[in-house]
């Protein structure tokens, strides 16, 4: 099993372009699979320096329904005719990030009805197959998650809180080793990783992605507890973890002084096999 960052907030090569999005590239069991598509077509290109082409992903996933993450859908469509894209139907919904003060900033997908007929929509738990499974029934103790008061939907002429429904993960097995891939893990990495444990009967052995702590306020109380508490959680077992993207400078440092080298940089072009 191989796992390749294509795009993400920082590059790791000169010759790799950054975008502030996430779009993450996995071989597994012969399949071939696009886990988010950026902010735009950039990771195309990227995919192209890195020796993988995009024509050839059989098997396509948007983790939720923002612009970051799913920017890139039509360019995606329009480079590759066959493969499938499995969201949830909830990532269709209007996403906003609204502050005080400001005028809604529309933060959801791009116009998507002529891509359509590519979707497929999945419910709590989706088998793909291969080893292929998608999730979203994550138990939701706000205690271990980054509050995000500011992404709201709006629903006819006002606003609530996004309670993320339109998320989902994707584990990957092969041989007896399983990788999860998050895309910004609003639910929380720790509750995320609980439901990806409940359904692999374990731990697993890599986890790529976001981990939505970059608007935590350094020093702040409540800010040290949510980090003490995800590290103590992520220090068990011997998962090796590759964030950035949504994760943030001070929470990254915070938890690489509790994980050391099992918490590593996901900038584009990083990569892991399995």
């Known amino acids: 099993m191989k796992i390749v960052t294509l795009l993400e907030n920082t590059s790791g090569r000169p010759v790799l372009a950054a975008a502030r ?5 996995v ?37 939720h329904g923002h612009s970051d993450h799913g920017g890139g859908l ?7 005719r066959r493969a499938k894209i499995y969201l949830r139907r909830e990532a269709l919904g209007a996403y906003y990030a609204v502050l005080p003060g400001q ?25 793909l197959g291969d080893g292929l499974t998608l999730f979203s029934d994550v138990e939701d103790d706000k205690s271990l ?9 709006k629903i006819g002429e006002g606003f609530r809180p996004d309670g993320f429904a339109h998320e989902q993960h994707l584990l990957a097995e092969e041989n007896g080793r399983a990788a999860l891939l998050i895309g910004c893990g609003h639910s929380g990495v ?15 052995d890599v986890v790529f992605g976001g981990f939505h702590l970059f608007e935590l306020a350094p020093g702040a109380p409540e800010a040290e507890a949510l980090l003490r508490a995800t590290a103590e959680e992520l220090r068990q077992g011997s998962t090796i973890y590759y964030t950035g993207h949504c994760t943030g400078d001070w929470a990254y440092g915070r938890l690489k ?14 990569s892991a096999e399995l």
């Not at 998650?145 to 939907?153: G, I, S, V, Y």
């Not at 002084?257 to 990083?270: F, N, T, V, W």
Request: charged share 25%; glycine share 10%.
């Open 21 to 25: 999005g996430l779009s993450l590239y």
């Open 27 to 63: 071989e597994a069991a012969g399949r071939k699979v696009l886990f988010d598509m950026g902010p735009d077509a950039s990771f195309l290109g990227n995919a192209r320096t890195l020796g993988i082409d995009p024509a050839a992903v059989d098997t396509a996933v948007l983790s």
């Open 74 to 80: 039509a360019a995606f469509c329009e480079c590759n």
């Open 103 to 127: 005028e809604a900033n529309y933060i959801g997908l791009p116009e998507t009805g002529a891509l359509a007929e590519r979707f497929s929509f999945t419910g709590d738990r989706e088998d």
């Open 145 to 153: 998650r980054a509050a995000a008061p500011k992404l709201q939907e």
């Open 190 to 204: 720790v509750n995320i990783l609980r439901a990806a444990k409940r359904h692999l009967g374990r731990l697993p």
């Open 257 to 270: 002084e509790a994980l050391g080298d099992r918490l590593r940089p996901m900038d584009c072009g990083a």
